[in-house]
Every structure is written in C-alpha cells, then in structure tokens.
C-alpha cells in the first residue's frame, strides 16, 4: 500500500474527533540510520541508529505533529493558525496551512532563528513577525491572544501535535522490533519527549513491546530543567532548544524520571563537535540535533552510561540545511583556484593519497 503520512498510517493509536479531514504532506516514515562506525568511536559494543527526523517534508520533526493539528483545526472550519517558534514550528505550521487553505501567523524571537526556517515560513506564506523579545515571550503571548480571538494554537500545547509526534516512537519499535534500551533525544520545550515517552508506553501496553530509557539532553546555556529553575536569558548555538520555560517541562522530568532515564546538559561546543561527527557519518543535522548524540557521549565519557550490549536510538530532529550560516562560520570556506587542470591535478593527487 502507498505511504500516505502518520494519520493514515497510525489513525486507530491517536485520539481524533471523529471526523476530520486529513491534510497530509505524507510526513513521517523517516529513515532510522545505523552509524556503527560512530558506536566504535564512542567506544563500542553496543548498537547505535540515528532516527532521521530532518527527513520529514519540511525539515523536522514538527511535520508529525502539525499534519495532525492543523487537521484537527480544520475539522472546526478554523480559518487561521498561530504560533510562537524558534523556527521549525513556524515552517512547518506555514506548510501545513498552506495546504489547508489557512493563514498562519508566527512570532519569533528577533535574529535568533536559522536562515532556512525562517526563509521556510516566509516561502510558505506565513506571516511572519519578530518581536523583541525569547521565545519564551513569544509562546505566552500567542496563548493570550489565541484565546481572544478565533485563531488555532498550533504549538506543543496544543494535545493534537503530540497525537502526531509519538508516531515517532511506533516506527522505531516496528523498525526494530520492540523499543531499544535508550532513547537520546534534545529537549526544548518538551513537547517531543513527553510524544515519545506517551508513544512507547501505548505500544507497550498494546503490544508488550517494551519501555525505552530516555536520555533527554538540553543546552548548557538552556537548561532548566537540569538547573530546576526558568533560565531568563537562554543562550546556545542550538537555536531550536533556545528555551528558559519549556511549556511541558514538568512532564518531561516526568517522562525521564518514569523511565528509569535522566535529562543533563552538554556545552555548545559538545553539540557542534558532535554535529561533524554525525556528518562524517553521512548525516548532516542542525546543531539542536545533535544533542541528544551530545549527551551520549557525554554520559559514556563520564563513566555514567554503560552502553555495552545496548540498542540504543538517537533522534535527530531537523536537517542540517536548516542552519547553514553555522557551517559558514565552523568550517574552512572553499577556496577559489584558476581554472586549469594543472592548478585541478595537484589537488586531486592529494586526495588520491598521493601527496
Ligand atoms: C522543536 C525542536 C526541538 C525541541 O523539541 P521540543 O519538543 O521543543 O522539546 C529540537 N530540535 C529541533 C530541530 C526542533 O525543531
């Protein structure tokens, strides 16, 4: 049967009003990776894939959720959606209502979003706002005007998009057949990890197949759910994870805490290295993206994670295109040569190996 995107595929797991319309970019299915050369560098012995959430339509992870949100919105003949976004929410919110026939209008927080999220929203035809202000500020303010006027909330908060983000899970216990023993994952506003941690434990109940440990991992400069507090100024390279007040933290904590797992920080400089690590697999991801992987390592360097027999997932949620000025500025630029194939032979020897 063709693929048609997770509402078609995993309809009798989610809770949907009864009738709804499906508006569908066929998000979902995204290839889980194994990087058996990666586990070998972090030390081996264990089984390691990477789920590739850059894959979906727009980019990231947040397609899952959106198909299922803006469905649901439509279902109520809403006839605009809002968010707030460090980004991927509002690219993907902007192509799912496009598709819908609805306007979507984002709030971002100003100069901090990636240039390929925020070309997406525009390209869309979202409109697109950006305050002076967090996305924090940004998330309090679209809740306070979606409840004052006829206009669907399209973030986390909204149960829709978690129906659709713990599709996530199911494919990784079909995939493998039953959960792997660690769940890696970045944690920004939370919603992706409580998805998940629903998603594994009503397949277990359903099909006994089995309870993950979850490694949720947040940004040093942005973390507050392993400092206990709201961080005011958050502050990290992984724009997506840029969150002082994640809306569901404490179900988070929960989640980590229900699974026998943990949620830690790692530095900006942990997830950059371990962003060219992952593309030196053949996986380019966004700096967020390579959290969960961060933390990984992280833990296993510590002496904290013995991984030894292990299965262990980690998901990375947006694509690397997404955020190119990072490369731009972390990676040697290109260098510009006559065009001779003399000026061309010296370098393909060294390629070659010739030196
Ligand atoms: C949204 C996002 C996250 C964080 O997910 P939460 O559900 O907010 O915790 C991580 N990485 C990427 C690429 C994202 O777009």
Redesign the pocket.
């Given at each position: 049967m063709e693929y048609e995107g997770v509402i078609s595929r995993y309809r009798q797991w989610m809770d949907l009003p009864g009738s709804m319309p499906v508006i569908s970019l066929q998000e979902g299915n995204t290839p889980l990776i194994p990087v058996p050369r990666l586990a070998g560098e972090l030390g081996g012995g264990f089984d390691l894939w990477v789920k590739f959430e850059g894959m979906n339509p727009t980019g990231?992870?947040?397609d899952r959720g959106m198909t299922v949100a803006i469905s649901e919105a439509a279902s109520r003949s809403v006839r605009a959606v809002i968010c707030a976004s460090?980004g991927?929410?509002a690219a993907s919110a902007a192509a799912y209502a496009a598709r819908a026939g609805m306007r979507a209008l984002v709030i971002i927080p100003e100069g901090k979003v990636a240039a390929g999220k925020l070309a997406g929203a525009v390209a869309y035809g979202a409109e697109v706002v950006q305050i002076e202000g967090s996305f924090d500020d940004a998330l309090s303010l679209v809740v306070a005007l979606s409840e004052k006027y006829p206009i669907a909330l399209v973030n986390?908060l909204n149960p829709y998009r978690l129906e659709g983000q713990k599709t996530a899970a199911f494919e990784i216990c079909d995939r493998l057949g039953s959960a792997p023993d660690w769940l890696c994952l970045?944690?920004?506003?939370?919603?992706?990890?409580t998805s998940y941690w629903m998603g594994f434990r009503q397949y277990d109940a359903r099909r006994g197949s089995g309870l993950p440990q979850i490694l949720g991992v947040q940004a040093a400069g942005s973390a507050p759910l392993v400092l206990g507090h709201p961080v005011d100024r958050p502050e990290t390279v992984a724009t997506?994870?840029r969150?002082g007040r994640p809306a569901r933290g404490e179900q988070a904590l929960q989640a980590a805490e229900e699974s026998r797992g943990r949620i830690i920080a790692v530095s900006d400089e942990e997830i950059l290295s371990m962003q060219r690590r992952l593309a030196q697999n053949g996986v380019w991801v966004?700096p967020?993206?390579a959290a969960g992987l961060a933390g990984l390592a992280h833990e296993i360097q510590a002496g904290r994670f013995d991984p030894n027999g292990r299965r262990i997932v980690a998901v990375c949620?947006?694509h690397g295109l997404k955020d190119p000025e990072i490369i731009a500025k972390s990676m040697p630029k290109p260098r510009v040569m006559p065009a001779t194939q003399s000026a061309l032979e010296e370098v393909c020897l060294r390629a070659a190996g010739g030196d």
């Open positions: 990231s992870f947040k460090t991927n929410t986390s970045p944690v920004g506003n939370a919603g992706n990890i997506a994870i969150i966004e967020a993206s949620t947006g």
